[in-house]
């Protein structure tokens, strides 16, 4: 079975630096998704960025980006010049391709980074 | 943008009542999906739902759940007798297909009393 790790519970940053949040994942598949949602207190989640695990070049979505390192299982988003805004919980999530002995739909979350930045 | 709507945002029911929770996919999407997250906890799936059936569910979604697509536009899941364990935020999604993304409405809040 797949798993989502989410090691650091709690992070804060200063307003316009520079965050890192860690995922790591397991899975003997080759081909999948991961992504990352935002979660605000006011708990709708937002999808921030997405990746394909056969796409070697990391996904990059404004002031977001992944480090994708698949022989390493592992995923992290970089936050740049963070801002009060991105004050969220922030979910890492593994899907495997919808289809024959494939998942159909099933996202796999981690247990989440609450991430504060402060001004 | 297009959004995935929830409704109610808030549902407070007695144990052992039936409970329906609503949900308006986005308009183009052709796959649905319920989780849930227990106050504290990581999100988790419950069911997939393609071309109106099941397609997959996991061990939460038992014999007391079930979902509909009474109509060209809802999506409903519905909870045949509640018990205290059911208290979560319930969150629907939908994505244009399978492998597309999955957007996320603002959740239910369900509380069992």
């Known amino acids: 079975a797949q798993t989502v790790t989410q090691s650091q519970p709690e992070m804060s940053v200063q307003e316009a630096e520079t965050v890192t949040l860690s995922c790591t994942y397991d899975t003997s598949e080759n081909n999948y998704y991961l992504f990352w949602y935002k979660q605000p207190p006011s708990r709708q989640m937002i999808l921030v960025i997405r990746q394909e695990a056969y796409k070697q070049q990391n996904a990059t979505e404004n002031r977001f980006s992944v480090n994708f390192q698949k022989a390493a299982k592992s995923f992290s988003l970089k936050i740049s010049d963070s801002q009060l805004g991105d004050t969220a919980m922030y979910f890492c999530?593994?899907?495997?391709?919808w289809g024959n002995g494939g998942s159909q739909g099933n996202l796999i979350f981690g247990k989440g980074t609450k991430l504060s930045v402060k001004p | 943008e297009p959004e995935v709507t929830q409704t109610p945002s808030h549902q407070v029911t007695q144990m052992g009542q039936e409970v329906i929770l609503r949900c308006v996919p986005i308009s183009n999407h052709l796959y649905f999906y319920w989780y849930r997250q227990i106050l504290g906890q990581k999100v988790e799936f419950l069911v997939s739902f393609y071309n109106n059936e099941i397609s997959e569910k996991s061990e939460i979604f038992d014999d007391q759940f079930s979902v509909e697509r009474p109509d060209g536009s809802n999506f409903t899941l519905k909870i045949r007798s509640t018990k205290l364990e059911d208290s979560a935020m319930y969150f629907c999604a939908s994505s244009a297909t399978g492998n597309q993304p999955q957007h996320f409405g603002d959740g239910t809040r369900l509380s069992i009393l």
């Open positions: 999530a593994f899907m495997k391709p």
